[in-house]
Each structure stands twice: as structure tokens, then as C-alpha cells.
């Protein structure tokens, strides 16, 4: 008999990478174990397509035993947590918020659950809270995050595009960013954004910016249409691991993102992306990149080994032998 294993996230945000992760691992542990998602939310009608059921006390719809892998401490575990016996319990921790991480550590104490273990999603996240565990890079599908088959110099418009996508909320993008978009602008390159529209008040009068709506194109196919990825975000959000920076690197893109965030951990500075302090360094940076293709082309080519290794078969081999162990 398979191992049974339930996913929990509230599957509510098409532009999450909580979603998004619990997805990825869903599809890798379905080759061995018997796997159930689970929704603690009206699930996004994006997800509409993947077998799903909703967590309900008063419906008696929730797992019951099995290993129950929590993706996220951000939301409610809710009553029927109290009536649940997993035979194993995984706490995936990938925002920083470590009084959610003790209060649901507590929960499952309180209600006599095995002890839980906790999965980080990057390792400053793990030094932060003083406890220990495996740090996972959220698993991508290598080969729909793959680089373009062609060559992206031969692009009709021929003009230098960076991008970059998120949901589309303040938070995720810093106040100066306009500014470094209308510097791009003016040096002759172009801009697109997914999850953009809230600047829209900022920036719709640049023909050369495109702001579309989080999810207006899948995100393999919006980042192939790209040259750069550029990436940071307000000073009131830390971004805690950052899976659309790894999306990106996989794609063959050069990132270009401010030192603040989880995904510093996995960038080697102007080898595989480049990190940067201030305005005037991104500037330089993607003018520089503007001008050199070569340049271009092999930080790229580093980014995506980087991912390849990251997530390489016995890589991720290892974690899913420690989720179905």
C-alpha cells in the first residue's frame, strides 16, 4: 500500500510560490506515495484543474492520518487539526514570520501530533528562528523553466528588454524602481512587468513599459521573452527565498536584484547574476549588460548550471526520500 501524503496551502494566489511549490511537489511525490492536496481556502480557479478538496470541519472533509506537509505557517490550520492523527508532520517554513512558525509549533504540540520537523526554504530563514533542518530550494520543472531555443539577439525589435514578474502589489516593488525603468527607456531599451499594474500611475505613460496583470501569460513563457530579470522589492517586504529569481536563472536569464533578499544565497555575485547596493549600481549594471551580449549570454549560461545543480535528480532524490521516509 502506497504511503499516503497530504499537501496543505490555501491554494489561493495563482502568483504564489507557495502554490506553486506545493504543486511541484505534489507532481514528484505522485510517482511514490498515494498524494492528496489539500485547500484551507477557496482555492484560485487557476488550480481549477488539479484534484484538490477543501479542508471543512462540519463537512468532515480533512485528512486524517498519513504524513501531512504544510506548506506555509501564514495561514490558519483550523479546528480539524485538533481531530487529525498524522502518523508525521512537515512544516515548510518560506516566510518570515517566526511568531506564525512558534504559534503553529504550538498547536501541534498542544493536540498531542508528532513533533514537527521543519523544511526551510533558505538558510538565513532557519539562523533567524535558532532551529534546525533541511533548506530546500522550491522545486522548478527544469524543463519548462528551460532557456530559449533561439538566440535572443535575433529578436525583431532588436531592443534590450528586462522584466519581471510578481504578484501585483506595492510591496513587491521598491518606489525607486520607475526611475531605474525610465533610465532604461531613455538609454534605448524596453520594459515588462507581470504583476505591474500597480504602478501603473507611475509609469502608463512609457510606451516602452509594458504592465501587465499577475498571470496575464505563464511565467516560462513571459521570462523567454526577456534579455534581463531584474528584481528587488519595497524596504517594508523581504523577499524570503524568491522562486521567481530561480524561475529566471533557470530560463538562461542574467538576474539583476538587489542584495535584500533569500535569494542572495544562491547568486554568486557577477558570476551567475549580479547583486547590487544602489540605483546608481543597477543602472550600471543593466546598461552594461545592454551593451554586451557576450557578457549577457554567459552569465546566463552560469545560471542555469547553478539551477541544474541545484536541482539536480539526486538532489531532489534526497528530499523525496526524506518526505516519504
Known sequence: MLKQVHLINPMGNASGGSEWRTLRLCKELSKYCDVHLWSSSKPNPRFSGYPMRRLSLSRLSFPMTGTFIIVGVYHELGSWIHLARPTRTILIYNTSRPDLLRARLQTLQRFGKPKAEIVFAARWLM??????????????????????EYERDDRPNGRFTIGRLSRDHSKKHHPNDAGIYRRLV???????????????????????????????????VFLKNLDCFFYRTSDKYFEPSGRVVSEAMACGLPVVCHRRGGYSEYIEDRVDGFLFDSDAEAVEILLTLKADPALRKRVGQAARKKLEASLAPTVRDEFLRFYTR
Open 127 to 148: 539562523n533567524a528562528c535558532s532551529l534546525s533542518g533541511p533548506v530546500e530550494m522550491s522545486p522548478l520543472d527544469l524543463q519548462q523553466f528551460a532557456p530559449d
Open 186 to 220: 531613455s538609454e534605448g531599451g524596453t520594459v515588462k512587468i507581470m504583476g505591474g499594474r500597480c504602478l501603473a500611475g507611475e509609469l502608463d505613460d512609457v510606451p516602452e513599459i509594458t504592465l501587465l496583470p499577475s498571470g496575464a501569460q505563464e511565467p516560462d
